[in-house]
Protein backbone atom coordinates (compact mmCIF):
# COMPACT_ATOMS: atom_id res chain seq x y z
CA UNK A 1 0.00 0.00 0.00
CA UNK A 2 1.60 3.45 -0.97
CA UNK A 3 1.95 5.89 1.81
CA UNK A 4 3.18 9.39 1.57
CA UNK A 5 3.30 11.04 5.18
CA UNK A 6 4.37 15.12 5.32
CA UNK A 7 5.31 16.55 8.57
CA UNK A 8 7.40 19.45 9.75
CA UNK A 9 4.84 22.40 9.23
CA UNK A 10 4.13 24.64 11.67
CA UNK A 11 3.54 28.32 12.67
CA UNK A 12 6.71 30.52 11.64
CA UNK A 13 7.69 34.34 11.32
CA UNK A 14 8.18 35.98 8.10
CA UNK A 15 12.10 35.25 7.66
CA UNK A 16 12.71 32.38 9.72
CA UNK A 17 12.47 28.86 8.09
CA UNK A 18 11.22 24.87 8.37
CA UNK A 19 11.90 21.96 6.65
CA UNK A 20 9.22 19.91 5.34
CA UNK A 21 9.75 15.84 5.19
CA UNK A 22 8.32 13.58 3.02
CA UNK A 23 7.97 9.72 4.15
CA UNK A 24 7.52 6.96 1.60
CA UNK A 25 6.17 3.33 1.66
CA UNK A 26 4.79 0.79 -0.13
CA UNK A 27 7.02 1.72 -3.70
CA UNK A 28 9.57 1.56 -4.70
CA UNK A 29 11.13 5.22 -3.65
CA UNK A 30 13.81 5.41 -5.75
CA UNK A 31 12.29 4.87 -8.94
CA UNK A 32 10.06 7.88 -8.45
CA UNK A 33 10.32 11.75 -9.06
CA UNK A 34 8.66 13.57 -5.81
CA UNK A 35 6.74 17.16 -6.14
CA UNK A 36 5.68 19.38 -3.31
CA UNK A 37 2.87 21.09 -4.10
CA UNK A 38 0.80 23.77 -2.22
CA UNK A 39 -2.72 25.18 -1.52
CA UNK A 40 -3.89 28.27 0.43
CA UNK A 41 -7.79 29.08 1.05
CA UNK A 42 -9.81 29.31 -2.01
CA UNK A 43 -6.90 29.40 -4.54
CA UNK A 44 -5.83 26.14 -6.39
CA UNK A 45 -3.24 23.23 -5.89
CA UNK A 46 0.32 24.90 -7.21
CA UNK A 47 3.64 23.36 -7.57
CA UNK A 48 6.37 24.27 -5.38
CA UNK A 49 9.10 22.11 -6.12
CA UNK A 50 10.05 18.84 -8.31
CA UNK A 51 12.41 16.68 -7.76
CA UNK A 52 13.44 13.57 -10.37
CA UNK A 53 14.25 9.85 -9.97
CA UNK A 54 17.66 10.83 -11.26
CA UNK A 55 17.96 14.39 -9.50
CA UNK A 56 17.09 17.65 -11.34
CA UNK A 57 15.08 19.90 -9.60
CA UNK A 58 12.69 22.67 -10.68
CA UNK A 59 11.20 25.29 -8.86
CA UNK A 60 7.97 27.75 -8.94
CA UNK A 61 9.09 30.78 -9.73
CA UNK A 62 7.86 32.53 -6.01
CA UNK A 63 10.11 29.79 -4.13
CA UNK A 64 13.58 30.09 -6.42
CA UNK A 65 16.34 30.66 -4.61
CA UNK A 66 14.40 30.29 -0.76
CA UNK A 67 13.40 26.67 -1.37
CA UNK A 68 15.22 23.85 -1.83
CA UNK A 69 13.92 20.05 -3.07
CA UNK A 70 15.82 17.24 -1.80
CA UNK A 71 15.78 13.30 -1.24
CA UNK A 72 17.35 10.38 0.97
CA UNK A 73 16.89 7.09 -0.84
CA UNK A 74 17.85 5.45 2.08
CA UNK A 75 15.44 6.40 4.44
CA UNK A 76 12.50 6.82 1.69
CA UNK A 77 12.14 10.27 2.61
CA UNK A 78 11.57 13.54 0.40
CA UNK A 79 12.97 16.88 2.31
CA UNK A 80 11.09 20.29 1.20
CA UNK A 81 13.80 23.14 3.03
CA UNK A 82 12.17 26.26 3.03
CA UNK A 83 13.69 29.80 4.12
CA UNK A 84 13.22 33.52 3.93
CA UNK A 85 9.85 32.52 4.75
CA UNK A 86 6.87 35.22 3.74
CA UNK A 87 3.12 35.16 5.11
CA UNK A 88 2.11 34.43 1.25
CA UNK A 89 3.78 31.19 1.61
CA UNK A 90 1.15 30.08 3.92
CA UNK A 91 -0.34 26.72 2.32
CA UNK A 92 -0.98 23.93 2.86
CA UNK A 93 2.25 21.66 1.94
CA UNK A 94 1.49 18.43 -0.49
CA UNK A 95 3.90 15.65 -1.13
CA UNK A 96 3.24 14.11 -4.42
CA UNK A 97 5.12 10.69 -5.55
CA UNK A 98 4.56 10.50 -9.87
CA UNK A 99 5.97 7.13 -11.64
CA UNK A 100 4.49 6.47 -15.15
CA UNK A 101 1.27 6.62 -14.99
CA UNK A 102 1.12 6.29 -11.21
CA UNK A 103 -0.09 9.23 -9.11
CA UNK A 104 0.10 9.40 -5.07
CA UNK A 105 -0.58 12.18 -2.85
CA UNK A 106 -0.45 12.76 1.30
CA UNK A 107 -2.67 14.36 3.71
CA UNK A 108 -0.86 17.16 3.40
CA UNK A 109 0.86 19.37 6.14
CA UNK A 110 0.32 23.25 7.33
CA UNK A 111 2.63 26.25 6.89
CA UNK A 112 1.73 29.21 8.18
CA UNK A 113 3.90 32.22 8.31
CA UNK A 114 2.73 34.82 10.47
CA UNK A 115 4.19 37.44 13.39
Known amino acids: QVQLVESGGGLVQPGGSLRLSCAAS????????FRWYRQAPGKERNLVAA???????NYGDSVKGRFTISRDNAKNTVYLQMNSLKPEDTAVYYC?????????WGQGTQVTVSS
Open 51 to 57: LTSVGDT
Open 96 to 104: NAVWLSSQN
Open 26 to 33: GFIFRNYD
